[in-house]
């Protein structure tokens, strides 16, 4: 049986353009809320590379999310590049999460650049000077309440997904274990793609961090094989606050087309709500209308998940209620544009 015209709507990507053609039967324009100022961060941290060669690529990396950061408008704080404090790189983030997390609003980044080590109980990040734990990191990050998504793309990066996953953070390591203690790749790989649009899979305008994710993963996998060597790194994404992660090779398109063990849910939405660069629709919501969306795409996913047991008239009922919901919170912000 095909799919009606909210179906096939409901299994795009939630682009605003599409739900603007909902919007058309949701009523009355309603008038443009006044829009209240969001202020979003990244800290940047890029560790000892012991080589030239790694204190090259993570340069590279660096400069690329930086760059990405500001044209997202993210203010930016960079640990471990500054030669005169190259001793002080734990006090130093420890400095800037305390100041970070003591905000209640305002979606905070943590990128992790660099070399790991897991001695069977420990997965640490090299930093210059004292290292950082996954169990500092997490007890530094106990009293943030931002929506935050924290990358870590060293090597042995795979414990800190545990340490750190809760409800409303995306976490994304660059293995899935602390054995896999190799150099990784995966990290020049997400920071080319973050602010990439080729990595834009749903064509809404815009790559979240689900979708550069899942690029660099790919680029990752090719260049292992390519190169005809056994790979090292196998990156996993947490956004569901399980612990468990996902691997991204679960993945086609946007969504992940496995699985898990015992029907436990699976990743990808939320990374999927993380945009670092907005595209033109997804700036003009304020905050308030966004988390709404964001609730709403939620309560979306869970009527897909359930669809085989419910009365088919019922689960349009459904769908096209979310739908017409989502198409009025871009309402105002098209209006406001037609009038200028």
């Not at 941290?45 to 060669?53: F, K, L, M, Q």
């Not at 530094?140 to 042995?156: E, V």
């Not at 359930?306 to 459904?318: G, I």
Request: glycine share 8%; with cysteine; proline share 5%.
């Amino acid at each position: 049986m095909g799919h009606s015209p909210l179906e096939r709507i409901a299994l795009k990507s939630l682009s605003p353009l599409l739900f603007l053609l909902v919007a058309l039967m949701a009523g009355p324009v309603w008038p443009a809320p006044a829009r209240a100022a969001e202020e979003r961060d990244l800290i940047l941290v890029i560790g000892a590379p012991g080589e030239p060669e790694y204190a090259e690529q993570f340069s590279t990396a660096a400069d690329l999310w930086q760059k990405a950061a500001a044209k997202g408008g993210l203010r930016t704080t960079v640990i471990g590049l500054s030669p005169d404090a190259a001793e002080n790189d734990r006090a130093r983030l420890l400095h800037a999460l305390a100041e970070n997390v003591s905000r209640d609003a305002g979606e905070l980044w943590l990128v992790f650049i660099g070399h790991g080590t897991f001695d069977g109980r420990n997965a640490k990040f090299n930093l210059r000077g004292p290292d950082i734990s996954a169990e500092d990191l997490a007890a530094a990050l106990k009293p943030c309440h931002r929506p935050t998504a924290i990358i870590q793309c060293a090597s042995a990066s795979g414990p800190f997904l545990r340490a750190l996953s809760t409800p409303g953070r995306v976490i994304i390591t660059a293995t899935r274990s602390g054995s896999e203690v190799n150099a990784t790749r995966f990290g020049g790989y997400l920071a080319r793609a973050i602010g990439d649009a080729a990595a834009d899979l749903d064509k809404d305008g815009q790559t979240s961090l689900l979708e550069a994710a899942l690029l660099a993963a790919r680029q990752t996998a090719r260049y292992y094989k390519e190169e005809g060597l056994l790979a090292t790194e196998h990156p996993l994404l947490d956004d569901n606050g399980d612990g468990l992660g996902t691997p991204l090779d679960w993945f086609e398109g946007v969504r992940a087309t496995k699985t898990a063990e015992g029907g436990k849910s699976v990743d990808g939405l939320r990374a999927h709500q993380m945009i670092l660069v907005r595209g033109e629709a997804e700036q003009k919501l304020d905050p308030a209308a966004r988390a709404r969306r964001d609730a709403l795409e939620k309560d979306l996913s869970a009527l897909r998940a359930k669809k085989a047991q419910l009365p088919e008239d019922d689960y349009y009922r459904q769908l096209e209620g979310i739908l017409v919901q989502i198409a009025r919170l871009y309402q105002p912000a098209q209006q406001a544009s037609a009038q200028k």
